[in-house]
């Protein structure tokens, strides 16, 4: 028959991509399986009721390509050598659009809208912007070079999403630059900390940022601006002084 030589693989209850592994199995090995069991050397006349009937085949082809992206979606999700998180909003809205695709079956139909209903109620959060939410999933995305332009959201939430991006670079500096800034501080020694004053403290002067070396700087350069004024010569004092006695002894007494 031309049939790969494989074993069937059973449904377990706790993972739930076996069951899609069993489908495909069973459909790998379909005309293997109807040969066995209409063969009556092999299945005894009572168990040949076994084999499916055409409809349930049917049904089987329908659930293995529904869930064929759900396990797509898991395996790369599963990995471990590379980053996740930003590619979430793409495949919850790529798992959604496979959602919509038209099927014969009722129950296959009823499956669709049931996990279409339950990806959004879980991940509509997620996969819209918000700013009263924390948007990982979104910022991750749009830091992805491969999902950057965001094309799974509205142009209005797309440049919500980039003004918001801008916002918390320019936060996260700020707080470096604060944090660099007290650490520079701590490193200083104490007696070459300038006081600050309550004043400053109030005002937020930019004053109390210098340095002492600065202010002594600045106090040099003041004394350095003063006028030269040349050293009084001791004779020209002392000379005054005889002159001064001697104009007040020629005076005539009263």
């Known amino acids: 028959m031309g049939t790969p030589d494989h074993s069937l693989i059973q449904d377990v209850s706790v993972r739930w ?3 899609l592994h069993m489908i495909s199995r069973l459909l790998e090995q379909r005309w293997p399986i109807t040969a066995t069991l209409s063969d009556p050397e ?3 006349r009572g168990k040949r009721f076994l084999d499916l009937k055409g409809e349930q085949w049917s049904l089987l082809e329908e659930l293995e390509q529904v869930l064929k992206p759900y396990e797509c979606a898991t395996v790369y999700l599963s990995g471990q050598s590379y980053v996740t998180v930003s590619a979430v909003p793409l495949l919850v809205k790529g798992l959604l659009k496979s959602t919509q695709a038209t099927f014969e079956n009722n129950s296959v139909k009823s499956f669709q809208a049931t996990a279409a ?4 109620s879980r991940w509509q959060a997620d996969i819209t912007f918000g700013d009263d939410r924390p948007n990982v999933c979104i910022f991750a995305a749009a830091l992805d070079p491969r999902f950057r332009k965001l094309k799974f959201l509205t142009p ?12 918390m ?5 700020r707080k470096e630059n604060i944090q660099q800034n007290m650490e520079m501080e701590a490193e200083r020694p104490v007696a070459d900390r300038r006081p600050v004053s309550l004043l400053d403290t109030l005002l937020g002067s930019d004053s109390d940022e210098l340095s002492n070396s600065e202010e002594d700087s600045d106090s040099n350069d003041a004394v350095n601006e003063m006028p030269h004024r040349p050293p009084l010569n001791v004779f020209f004092l002392l000379l005054g002084t005889l002159l001064i006695k001697k104009e ?4 005539p007494s009263m």
Do not use: C, M, P, Y
């Not at 209005?156 to 916002?167: H, Y």
């Not at 007040?248 to 005076?251: D, I, K």
């Open 42 to 44: 092999i299945t005894q």
């Open 248 to 251: 007040q002894a020629s005076l």
């Open 156 to 167: 209005d939430e797309n440049l919500k999403v980039q003004v918001k991006l801008q916002a």
């Open 169 to 173: 670079v320019l936060e996260e500096k």
């Open 17 to 19: 991509n076996s069951s």
């Open 117 to 120: 209903h339950e990806i959004t």
